[in-house]
């Protein structure tokens, strides 16, 4: 059974733990500016919204890099980065309309989340369960498909 990080942003209290647990997994050191996941602040309006790899199913920077350094991870499901192909070109960082795929200039290559080989980091981290790891089916396509089943008013058997 495949799983992904779910988030639920009203539970995040703007921490950033989630953010420094990234960095220590995958970089060693406590640096937000590290991390593979951000939380996003609406000063605003007083919330927080953590980000990063989805994991789409039919990936745009997968698709778009041209060395083939995109790679799905066969137990995780995870799209992950084989720094040995990647180039360093940014086309994957371009492609991916969610700005989650970024460029390292300390390793001229490119990294984004890869579920910490099953056990993300940042899940365990976060102390308002604001993010799971959970099934997969319970997140993405199929529960937005469900909501709008419960929701659905008739206007699309009219169109």
């Not at 209290?13 to 960095?23: F, H, L, R, V």
């Not at 951000?38 to 990063?52: A, N, Q």
Request: with cysteine; net charge neutral; proline share 4%.
């Amino acid at each position: 059974m495949q799983k992904s990080l779910h988030i639920i942003p009203e539970k995040c209290t703007g921490c950033t733990q989630c953010e420094i647990a990234c960095s220590m997994e995958h970089e060693g050191i406590f640096s937000s500016s590290k991390s593979r996941i951000r939380v996003f602040k609406f000063h605003d309006e007083g919330r927080f919204v953590p980000y990063t790899c989805t994991q789409c199913a039919e990936a745009w920077c997968q698709r778009a890099c041209p060395t083939g350094a995109i790679d799905i991870n066969a137990r995780t499901g995870a799209k992950e980065v084989l720094a040995t192909a990647c180039v360093g070109c940014k086309v994957c960082t371009i492609a991916c309309p969610f700005g989650t795929i970024n460029y390292v200039p300390d390793s001229g290559k490119v990294a984004k989340c890869d579920l910490c080989g099953g056990d993300p980091a940042c899940a365990k981290a976060c102390p308002t369960g604001a993010i799971l790891f959970i099934d997969a089916e319970a997140t993405g396509f199929e529960k937005m498909r469900a909501w709008a089943a419960k929701t659905d008013t008739g206007a699309s058997a009219t169109a």
